[in-house]
């Protein structure tokens, strides 16, 4: 007799909404971060299906070379970005491959610059007639290691081909991307890198009062090269000292993830010709994906 239909129906209003504020708050999302996936564009999908829209993936660089779907993975980043509503959070960090594209763009163009009666097209620098130029030896060494050695010749014909529009995108993404970024996830202060931080102390010590990172346009060429080619390990321990819980990197390749609790660093990258790590920053879970890429070898690439 006492029932209140009033009062029932405010206290069904108020469960509803303490429901969904717990389900947002179970949903909103974790922190994923890949490394050197080196064009395996089969493998980067089946690791966008494991993501939903409210997850934020870390790439730590080195997406082209080896395998030809280098710029297509590239792309469909940038299209991602530009659906944020639809896809997780993308955060797209460089690798020292992507640092050999800039600087063999960046050899070409100074050098036409410097000789506008024998300027270097793209297709030139793809049939080797580099070789045949006046430029120097030191710069013809870089783009031959690169093509010839490091997996390039998989990825510059795919460049060529682009379309202008595409090309300008793709250096957009660069030069916006991060060299090094540090990041607080769940109370835990990290620093994102390709290789090895820096062991500039000034550097290191900036990044953790600002929380800024620093992009490859504002880093001194030794600088770039440190953190993107490094195999070494002072710049963890430095970073460490500056009160940076950990370091999550790729570009040195192990069979599984490798963890150094001692000088504070992760190895993501394990060998993209056999399996890709995805690795969950929130709990420390891993997810190893095998090699996908025989499935769309056979494939025409468009």
């Known amino acids: 007799e ?49 993501l939903t829209s409210k997850d934020h993936l870390y790439i730590l660089g080195d997406v082209i070379d080896r395998k ?8 469909d980043i940038i299209r991602r970005q530009q659906q944020p509503e639809r896809n997780p959070q993308i955060t797209f960090l460089l690798g020292n491959h992507e640092m050999q594209l800039i600087k063999t763009l960046t050899i070409r163009k100074e050098y036409s610059r410097a000789h506008p009666e024998n300027s270097l097209s793209l297709e030139d620098i ?5 070789a045949m130029s006046e430029m ?41 991307a991060y060299v090094i970024l540090p990041q607080t996830i769940n109370g835990q202060d990290y620093l994102l890198v390709h290789a090895e931080p820096t ?33 070494g390990v002072e710049g963890y321990r430095e970073a460490r000292n500056v009160g940076f819980d950990t370091t999550i990197c790729g570009h040195t390749p192990w069979s599984e993830i490798y963890i150094n609790e001692t000088r504070g660093f992760i190895r993501i990258d394990t060998g993209a010709s056999n399996r890709i790590a995805l690795y969950c920053i929130d709990d420390g879970s891993v997810q190893y994906i095998p090699n996908k890429e025989n499935e769309i070898d056979n494939l025409q690439y468009k």
């Open 136 to 176: 120097s030896e030191h710069d013809k060494h870089y783009i031959d290691t690169w093509l010839n050695s490091n997996g390039g010749d998989q990825t510059y014909p795919y460049f060529i081909n682009a379309s202008d529009e595409e090309k300008k995108q793709i250096l957009e993404l660069f030069d916006k």
């Open 199 to 231: 062991t500039n102390i000034e550097i290191l010590k900036e990044m953790k009062q600002t929380g800024k990172g620093y992009r490859y346009s504002e880093l001194s060429n030794s600088e770039r090269k440190h953190m993107l080619e490094s195999r």
């Open 68 to 75: 030809p779907y280098g710029i297509k993975i590239l792309l």
């Open 2 to 50: 006492q029932f209140d239909d009033n009062l029932f129906k405010l206290k069904l209003q108020v469960e509803t909404i303490e429901k969904e504020e717990t389900e947002n708050k179970e949903n909103t999302g974790k922190h994923y971060a890949i490394s050197d996936l080196h064009g395996h564009y089969g493998t980067y999908t089946e690791i966008m299906k494991r």
């Open 126 to 130: 793809h049939n080797g007639r580099y």
